[in-house]
């Protein structure tokens, strides 16, 4: 097992997207919380329901703008607070950097397209399902595609734990995400139904990297720094 502790690579601008992000899922988390049990119909409104996407239609608890506004409000979701925390620590360690290249308007975009578009992928491998999904997961998943891209050399602190064994290494990003995103693909092998949503991690992965070159912005004289 291993976790990010912090990565080595400096931004040359505040990221007050990724704070606001950060800020407003945690925010959401505490009203789930303060709902108590009256939570379910948040998360069965506002969570991203297969069927109701794929048949155009909202069924109980119906919502204000229909099923569609989901791909959206489900992003804001999250199950518990390790769900959460996960999430938004990933968010913080590396959205800084791409929010950095792109600029903060298109990085909101981006991070809105990478989580709809990891929403479909999870969607079409299970259309009829009628479970809620919800959480941050696909649209960090596309900012952590976006980074290996990008800073694939930048070192990321992590900590490594095997069993009673831990300690602390620095490990090249394009290694760290490389091999998060292969626990991704094998964790998803015949578990498109189960309660992890693997494929909308995936997604959102392929979405970063095939897009990223797109959201940038131009830069004049400024050179990245180099990881040897």
Not at 51 to 58: G, M, Y
Not at 196 to 223: C, M, N, P, Q, S
């Amino acid at each position: 097992m291993f976790f990010p502790l912090k990565d080595e690579n400096p931004a040359e601008t505040f990221p007050y997207i990724t704070v606001l992000l950060i800020a407003v899922n945690c925010f959401m988390f505490f009203i789930t919380l303060a709902m108590g049990r009256n939570s379910y119909y948040l998360v069965a409104g506002y969570g991203v329901v297969p069927f109701e996407i794929t048949h155009a239609v909202d069924i109980e608890p119906k919502v204000l703008f229909g099923p569609y506004i989901t791909l959206i409000t489900s992003l804001f979701l999250h199950g518990s607070f390790w769900h959460l925390l996960g999430n938004m620590w990933f968010l913080w360690i590396f959205g800084n950097n791409i929010e950095d290249i792109e600029g903060h308007f298109r990085f909101i975009i981006f991070y809105f397209l990478g989580g709809i578009a990891a929403s479909f992928l999870q969607i079409a491998v299970n259309p009829s399902s009628t479970i809620p999904t919800i959480g941050a997961s696909g649209a960090v998943s596309a900012i952590l595609g976006a980074y290996m891209l990008k800073f694939p050399r930048a070192r990321v602190k992590t900590l490594l734990f095997i069993f009673i064994f831990i300690t602390i290494i620095n490990v090249p990003a394009i290694a760290f995400i490389g091999i998060w995103f292969f626990i991704q693909l094998i964790s998803s092998v015949g578990r498109a139904g189960e309660g992890v949503a693997w494929f909308a991690h995936i997604g959102g992965f392929i979405f970063g990297l095939l897009t990223i070159k797109l959201f940038e912005k131009k830069r004049r004289g400024r050179k990245y720094k180099v990881y040897k």
